[in-house]
């Protein structure tokens, strides 16, 4: 049952940029409704890693607002009563050959002039970091920011946090229709069960953003970028940090529709390994492909040749907001007045999730937005 008859904000979404929106959409003063047709972090927030990484960003846009975002999510572990499994463990990334180690620094510098903390970890010290890297690395990069948390707990916790100070959660409930004003601009969202009136909707709907824009007869391009993860039995602490090659960067930036992969390797506190990701364009195609699982496996066994005789207990995949450009759309839709868009985020939104909530809810409140969402405005993108 929903206490109120309205609200000022619908937001379509319970994973975690849904979440952090309402949280800080709360945290202004604005009475919040969420809604979402499966659970919470029923999308691709209980498929992802949880990495909060500034180490794999160039500067720019997105950079600029992963800092923001480490800062926030920093504040968060502290702020959010319950644990979210914060645990500021640093990125390794290291490079095969001199080659790659020579573009390892020279990505790095561009970094420190950005205000990112990376130290070079010449080849000899690498042991120092992670005991059980292969030998014969040329070196790597200490990124000391880099950070983690559980992504299902942090959306839920954020939830609570939200529901605590007056937002109400609508759970199975699908949104059918955007509901209008007798000027045209969105007035709130409806499910097969009720109306949800509201002064402005954020679509926080993930790899379904595309379709709920459409809803409100907007294009927004979001397509799905499937990822794999092989999750281990568990094991006693053999990897410290979040250790990956530096041809990962790459992968991350491409555009291209191909299956692509470079060994992620982290532990957990629970023990299990973590390994990951392959990227691939294939729509929501949810088959298991085996040629994917063989590549991370292979790539995470050349990294820490400890984890070849190891057990791989499950592997899991998730669908990424991908936007052709690899940002995000945040702010208000100029083409469709009331609607804010809150998605796109591929495979960084557990990490930009905080500064996303937070710049939407100075915007719907609005208060001052002192930073450039320019790079990020939903009407981007050509029909
Ligand atoms: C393998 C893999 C590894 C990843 N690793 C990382 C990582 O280490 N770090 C990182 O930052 N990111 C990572 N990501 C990316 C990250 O998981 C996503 O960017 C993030 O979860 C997106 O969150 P979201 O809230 O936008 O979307 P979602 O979590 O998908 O939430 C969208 C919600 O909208 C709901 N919804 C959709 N349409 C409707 C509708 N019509 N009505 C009602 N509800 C609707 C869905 O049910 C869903 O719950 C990874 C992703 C994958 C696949």
Redesign the pocket.
Known sequence: MLTRSSHDVVV????????ACAYYATRAGLTVAV???????????????????LSDKAPGPELDLARLSAGLWCELAAELPEAIEYEAKGGLVVAADPAGQAALAAFAAEQRAAGVQALEVPADRLAEYEPHLAPGLAGGFHYPEDAQVQ?ALA?AHLLRAARRAGAELLLG????ALLTGPDGAVRGAR?ARRSLPAGAVVN??????G??AALAGVHLPVLP?????LVTEPLPRLVRHKVYAADYVADVASGSAALQSSGVVEGTPAGPVLI??TRERVGFDRTLSTEAVRRLAAQAAALFPVLADVQVLRT??????YLPDHLPAIGADPRAPGLYQ??G?????????PATGLLLARQLAGEPVDFELAPFRPERFAT
């Open positions: 379509v979404g319970a994973g975690v940029v849904g979440a809604v979402d047709r499966g659970p919470v972090a029923g999308g691709t927030t209980g498929a992802g890693e949880g990495n909060l990484l992504p959306a409930e699908p949104v059918e499910t926080a709907a993930g790899t379904w953003g379709e709920l970028r499937r990822g794999f993860v990951g990701a899991y995949r998730g669908f990424r907001p809150a998605c985020h591929e495979g960084a939104g557990i990490g930009l999730a």
